[in-house]
């Protein structure tokens, strides 16, 4: 795996980036996060995230789009109840919507599910 980029995540860092991100910042973080892993597995991937009443958080790779909204309460709640409640919301919809998971890239992802 020479030259490759692992995806780890340090706890402490997280914990103090949750406490002190709005909402909105704390999931563009988040999206930026999950866009960095999605890419070490396929550079097809884009994520986006769009406001209107709602968040709605966009996968997209090649002409296949994933989304899920999110409310701003609930964009709140998670960052607030942990580190990686917000993650995991999102990771288990992407799973849910088929997007599968490669293992043996850092830590990130077994950090968060």
Request: glycine share 8%; hydrophobic share 35%; charged share 30%.
């Amino acid at each position: 795996m020479k030259g490759m980029v692992m995806m780890n995540s340090s706890g402490w860092v997280r914990g103090y980036m949750s406490k002190s991100y709005s909402g909105e910042d704390f999931l563009i973080h988040v999206g930026t996060t999950i866009e960095r892993q999605l890419k070490e597995w396929d550079e097809g991937y884009e994520v986006n995230i769009m406001k209107f009443r709602d968040y709605v958080f966009v996968v997209k790779k090649g002409d296949r789009y994933y989304e899920m909204k999110l409310a701003e309460k609930e964009v709140e709640m998670l960052k607030d109840k942990s580190p990686y409640s917000l993650d995991r919301r999102i990771w288990v919809e992407l799973e849910r919507q088929v997007i599968q998971f490669l293992e043996g890239y850092g830590n990130y992802v077994g950090r968060v599910l």
